[in-house]
Every structure is written in C-alpha cells, then in structure tokens.
C-alpha cells in the first residue's frame, strides 16, 4: 500500500468523521480499525440540531426513513414536567447503526481507504504498524475512543476521567408518544427515551452503578415503565462508560486525537457525537494549513460549551434537593429553559447562559 497524508485509526463516527473531513481538504486518506461494519455502540441516539449541522459539513444528510424527527426536550422529575423546543430547527433520533453505515458509505464515496478488520499494532514516526508491515503516514490522527491506545502511545495521557458512569441502552418496538427527546430525572440515574422510528424508541439509562439495568431501573420511573409495558425489545442491552475527562493537550508531533479519545463529556449532554464531527471538521483545517496549533485552540473551544452543561446537569444528579429545586423552577418559568436549550445547541454564548444561569437562580429562591 503506497503512503497516506493521513492514517486515521479507528472507524467509529469520530475517525470516520475525521477521515472524510480530511479526505474533503484534497488529503490522501486511509482508515482502519479492529472491528467491522456497522458498529454499534451504547448511546441516546439523539442528533441535535448542531449535530445534523456538523453532518451536513461532512456531506452526509440522514434520509426521513432512516430516523425520526423529535423537535426539542423535555425533563421529567420531582412531579413536574417541562419542555422545550430547539430554536430554529428539529433534531433526529436515528439507530447508532444507521448512522455508521451513512458515515461509512460516505467515506467510500470520497475516496477514503477502508481497511476494516484490521487493527493497527504500533505508530512510529514513519508510520503505522499493521498486520507486521509499516504503512508510512505523515499525520496520524486516534480516533480510538474512550481507551485510546493511541492516546497512550504518543504519551498524551494525563489524570483521570471525572465522575465515571455506565450508560446501558434497549430499543423496544412502540410508536413514539411525544414529539420531544424525554430525559426522566430519578435518585441516582436518569433514562433518556429518543424516537428513532414510526415504531421504536432507544431507551437509555446512566448512573453510577455499573450493576444497574434498566429493568430494574424502570421501577424508579412509573411513567415510563407504564408507557413501555408490554413493548417488545428489537436488540439486545448494550453498555457502555462515560465520564467527564479532558486532556492538556490532544496533539504531539504529527499525532492528534479526536472524538473520545481527545478527552470526552458525560453522556448526559448527549453532544459526544455533535462535538466529535466538529473537532474532527477543525482537526481537517488545521491540516490543511500545515499544523496542529490551531487545532488545539479550537478543540479547547469547542468543549467548553458541553462541558459546562455537564457539570450543571452532574450537579442536579448528585444533589436531590437541586434537581428537585430546578426542575420546580424550570417548570414554573419555561422560558428560562428555552434558554438553556438555546445555549445547549450552539443557539446562545455561554455569557448569555450566564445570564440566564441568575434568572434561574432568582427563580429556584422564589418557588
């Protein structure tokens, strides 16, 4: 095999991502991974509309038939309910599946070298090891996830994630109830219900309890259990773990990392997959001016919105009386929700989230 300009290893959404990113900017690209199509994965299922943006940066538009529409969130806990719409646009729900066999066929379309079934052992100044032979590359990118190897061989390595959870995921034959991503606040945990179909919601659960499965979580969520009793699982339980976790630095030499092995957020934003396409669309122009400085800046930048949300919505899971007190708020002025959502999406600048931050501390003293 003659040399790439960039190897990327590993072929989940992230290193998929970055291949077809830099395939866009005129590199010469090949991808490999371990693992063979389609790849699945524990997760909500939910792209927002930031993410469907991110997508259509990539070329890759999602078919109606191959998801469902939702058109905001709703929260629901401590009796209370409230919902909001997305400014601006809708969101999809699609099977993690589906997804990666778009993003795969859109690599091949854009001349992207697959080799699947086929993990790299090694990197090396030279290049790549895989299968006992040295494949020269001059930029490597690890897209590697959570564990990274890759990570772990250029040395990037550095503290320790953050609030470690499990997240464990079920899809069950019934026709969505509500035109909204749910996400049911309970002690300890929270479930997430995401359209994907005509006929099939993706429920998932997260906590801190690595033994915890959503059938015996359901019974802290009568509603929820209600609304699925009697539906039929279409897949098998999986799982998976998040945690909050940021590097120092997500480059060395003519190595970069991407998606969850440059460091990840909890999966109760679910923005994983949103801020992986766009770290993976930086990482392609920072390459295509000959370095990685930027890169890093804006892979910085680029967290920081999630990570914030992560850390307030962490917040509300360790602390009932917090949860309780927001949730009441939030349901007693939704426009301060909106507001969030706003923020969450890309739509509003973390100083006006700060502003909206005192409404809501005005609102939790007064309800």
Not at 36 to 44: E, L, Q, S
Not at 189 to 203: E, F, H, I, N, R
């Amino acid at each position: 095999m003659h040399a790439s300009d960039v190897f990327v290893i590993g072929g989940g959404p992230a290193g998929l991502a970055a291949a077809i990113a830099a395939r866009r900017k005129g590199f010469e690209v090949t991808l490999a991974d371990g693992a063979r199509p389609p790849i699945d994965k524990a997760c909500g299922e939910g792209l927002m509309p930031d993410g469907l943006a991110a997508l259509a940066g990539l070329g890759i538009t999602i078919d109606s038939a191959d998801a469902h529409p939702f058109h905001g969130i709703r929260f629901l806990g401590a009796g209370v309910s409230v919902e909001a719409g997305f400014p601006g646009g809708s969101a999809l729900g699609v099977c993690r599946t589906v997804l990666h066999r778009k993003m795969v066929e859109q690599a091949a379309a854009a001349g992207v070298r697959a080799l699947w079934g086929t993990p790299v052992t090694g990197i090396c100044s030279q290049g790549v090891s895989v299968a006992g032979r040295l494949l020269p590359a001059r930029w490597i990118v690890g897209a590697d996830g959570f564990y990274s190897r890759v990570r772990r061989w250029t040395g990037l390595d550095g503290g320790h994630p953050r609030d470690r959870r499990f997240g464990f995921r079920i899809h069950y034959r019934v026709a969505p109830w509500s035109e909204y991503m749910e996400l049911h606040w309970g002690a300890g945990c929270q479930c997430y219900v995401t359209p994907v179909a005509a006929d099939k919601v993706c429920v998932a659960l997260i906590s801190r309890d690595s033994h915890l499965r959503l059938d015996e979580a359901l019974g802290r969520f009568p509603e929820l259990s209600a609304r699925l009793a009697g539906a039929r699982r279409v897949a098998s339980e999986r799982g998976a773990a998040t945690a909050n976790y940021s590097l120092k630095r997500v480059y060395r030499g003519r190595v970069a990392l991407v998606g969850d092995a440059s460091g990840s957020v909890d999966a109760i934003t679910g923005e994983g997959l949103c801020l992986s396409f766009q770290q993976a669309i930086a990482l392609a122009d920072s390459l295509a001016c000959g370095g990685l400085a930027a890169y890093q800046a804006e892979h910085r930048r680029l967290a920081l919105r999630p990570t914030v949300m992560s850390r307030c919505m962490l917040a509300m899971d360790r602390r009932a009386w917090l949860r309780q007190r927001v949730l009441r708020a939030l349901a007693s002025e939704p426009r301060i929700f909106r507001k969030m959502l706003a923020m969450h999406v890309g739509a509003l600048s973390p100083r006006d989230f700060a502003a909206n931050s005192w409404a809501l501390a005005w609102q939790m003293l007064t309800v």
